[in-house]
């Protein structure tokens, strides 16, 4: 458990600056160029470790569909909703719904993988939602507004990453952790390439500036390519619902530095829903005692 609980928490730290890279890139490119990138530069870092380690992979026994799967739900489509998101939202307000994961991920193995719930589960759920309801401070007459917008992208987010643990944990057991998380950024990148090429072919020309190096590195390098073997690891040898967990952490670093680096504005709304998600994800997570099976003699 101590391998676990440190990969937890590194992975943490990693994710922590992502919003804030995200934050920064939108202001010279679009969420889908920001996709691509990130997919590129995890790819390029996890393909440096494979040649290091000479690692040696036969790509017909691959589980391509699977894998080409997993690239959707885990890297493309929840990245793009996160990018698109932070065009309405905060970086710090991203992140932190960002922390609803773990309810998502329960509701999704209830629903769709068989998944049982404990009666604690349920009320964690049910104090989670009470905590996005506080978080969103939604008003009647803001019911269109942007920020809205964010907040149901940002969600949309989340829900893919819990249907995206479920799927590893079932299909890709087969598979390294290095594997798992080369390939699918591996596919991640050819697809967001065609998406970025299809809207604007001359977009390379100029993609990567000296302004969006440090970020795409931070964003893709680390944020990708590190932390998506911290991620599969955590998924493999721990559970879905545990790897779920690092978004319990990474909303501390990610409001500190959005504070800090993009001077932006903390809401008391935004500290009491945190704090209420945190409430709901730890009731959710706590296992009931097991009864002991040792009989006593007189």
Known sequence: MRKLFTALIGLSLIWGTSFLFIKVL???MGPISIVFGRCLFGTIMLFAIIIVQKKKIILKKLPWFKLSLIAMTNNVLPWLLICSSETKLTSSMASIINATTPIWTLI?????FSSSLRKSQWIGIFVGFIGIFILSDVKLGDLYSGNLTGILLMTGATLCYGLASHLTKKHLTELSVLETSFFTLLISTIISFIIVWSMNPRFISSFITTETVGPF?????LGSGIAYLLFYYLVKKGSPEFASLVTYLVPISAVFW??????????????IGLAVIFIGVYIASIK????SNVTHAA
Do not use: D, Q, V, Y
């Open 217 to 221: 590195i931070g964003l893709g390098a």
């Open 26 to 28: 939108l202001t010279s």
């Open 288 to 291: 009931p005692k097991e009864k």
């Open 108 to 112: 999704i193995g209830f629903i769709f």
């Open 258 to 271: 959005g504070a800090m680096l993009l001077k932006e504005n903390i809401h008391l709304s935004m500290i």
